[in-house]
């Protein structure tokens, strides 16, 4: 690991936990109030049920059609083909506030490591660079509020998120933007992420190496070898 220069983290599942507390549906129907209050400071027929069906429901299809297309489609579609009918047309900055707030309640239920902090600091006090290369349906900033959220985020140099780029991993082109941001070869990048198809092979093929976070102790995929493999993040320390 001498060569390593950026130590790559995945997001969810990995460094921050999402699905904790209540139900997604719970936080996404509470997001919709927040969202609805909102949009009707600009239009105050918008209602809760229009919002829901004519919003969310057809930017909910959009969601589950990228895990086939594996890209990501712009919210601002969604909720301006929505906004048309009450003659609105919002902004992208209006846009990205909206969404803030329908993503409130994942962002004040985040989950992670208790030593998470201390963990990232450890790693840049042994002089690598911290990046995150990660799979997000949500515009860049709203994501990065949770890691603000987590208090981690002045310990991250760089973050290369799906959604601006429009495309998802397991695309290599997703790694390839994130080493080229950070000025390094794949040689001088360690991948940390609890997916062996989505995080730890496009990794490998590229020649970096691999921490496979395999925190839920699931069954390995033989043809997917990871270098190292650690049930807490804590444990990266054993490998750089």
Request: charged share 25%; hydrophobic share 40%.
């Amino acid at each position: 690991m001498n060569e390593v220069k950026v130590i790559f983290f995945d997001m969810g599942n990995t460094l921050l936990h999402f699905h904790y507390g209540a139900s997604d549906d719970e936080k996404d129907m509470q997001g919709l109030i927040y969202l609805t209050r909102y949009l009707k400071k600009f239009n105050e027929k918008i209602l809760f049920e229009d919002v829901k069906d004519g919003f969310y429901e057809c930017w909910m299809r959009g969601i589950n059609h990228r895990k086939i297309t594996l890209i990501e489609y712009p919210i601002e579609n969604f909720l301006n083909n929505f906004l048309e009918k009450y003659q609105l047309k919002f902004n992208l900055n209006q846009c990205i506030e909206a969404i803030n707030l329908f993503y409130t309640e994942y962002k004040e239920q985040v989950c992670f490591e208790s030593d998470l902090y201390n963990t990232l600091k450890l790693i840049k006090d042994k002089g690598y660079k911290i990046g995150i290369i990660s799979n997000t349906c949500y515009y860049d900033e709203v994501m990065k509020e949770c890691f603000k959220k987590a208090k981690i985020y002045d310990l991250i140099d760089s973050f290369t998120f799906s959604y601006s780029l429009k495309i998802c991993k397991p695309n290599k082109k997703i790694f390839i933007n994130a080493i080229e941001l950070m000025r390094i070869t794949p040689v001088e990048a360690v991948m940390v992420g609890d997916s062996l198809e989505c995080d730890i092979k496009p990794a490998l093929d590229l020649g970096m190496k691999t921490i496979w976070f395999n925190f839920n102790n699931n069954n390995s995929n033989e043809n997917i070898v990871a270098d190292f493999k650690i049930a807490c993040i804590a444990e990266v320390h054993d490998y750089i």
